[in-house]
T-cell receptor, first 108, second 112 residues
């Protein structure tokens, strides 16, 4: 069993829909990282959060450290949001465990 | 500000040929450096990480090796490529994993 689990694995939605991607982890961590990988392969950091909620534009990330669960939400989704979204759990100064990613496809 | 670069961006190599992917980080010192591989349709697999010059930890047995000849330089190598080495390779760095990680642009390797 992977120590970081994401759901769903694949998600197709219509433009404008509210999107939720979930991440559960079994390792003891103090923060969680959300990343976005575009079709070309490059990976960019979206959020690093240790409690509560963070918002950046149409993206919202929440985390509950006690329940070991985090969610990434996209409001008013757009085709340009189509990408793979990855959650990552750093559990030592030098180690990071990645989820397998959620492939999101937004239809125009 | 810190930046990370890796090259080449794409590579097509015959089976049995050598490989060298290079990664450099600017704007920081003594970073943790990582090499990841992402096979088609799969998640990120950690290949090597380094916490300092000459210090390399290998996560999985494989046909690849890594070296860190300078503080901000990380090289992924192979003496003889296999078909199964094809994939997308990403270099990354962090100060401390808990503070986040930044990735290079990635290198697409196709072994033919």
């Amino acid at each position: 069993k992977n120590e970081v689990e994401q759901s769903p694995q694949n998600l197709t939605a219509q433009e404008g829909e509210f999107i939720t991607i979930n991440c559960s982890y079994s390792v003891g961590i103090s923060a969680l990282h959300w990343l976005q990988q575009h079709p070309g392969g490059g990976i960019v950091s979206l959020f690093m959060l240790s409690s509560g909620k963070k918002k950046h534009g149409r993206l919202i990330a929440t985390i509950n450290i006690q329940e070991k669960h985090s969610s990434l939400h996209i409001t008013a989704s757009h085709p340009r949001d189509s990408a793979v979204y990855i959650c990552a759990a750093p559990y030592r100064d030098d180690k990071i465990i990645f989820g397998k990613g959620t492939r999101l496809h937004i239809l125009p | 500000s810190q930046t990370i670069h890796q090259w080449p961006a794409t590579l097509v190599q015959p089976v049995g040929s050598p490989l060298s992917l290079e990664c450099t980080v600017e704007g920081t010192s003594n970073p943790n450096l990582y090499w990841y591989r992402q096979a088609a349709g799969r998640g990120l697999q950690l290949l090597f990480y380094s916490v300092g010059i000459g210090q390399i930890s290998s996560e999985v047995p494989q046909n690849l090796s890594a070296s860190r000849p300078q503080d901000r330089q990380f090289i992924l190598s192979s003496k003889k490529l296999l078909l199964s080495d094809s994939g997308f390779y990403l270099c990354a760095w962090s100060v401390h994993a808990r503070q986040g990680i930044d990735f290079g642009e990635g290198s697409w390797l196709t072994v033919v």
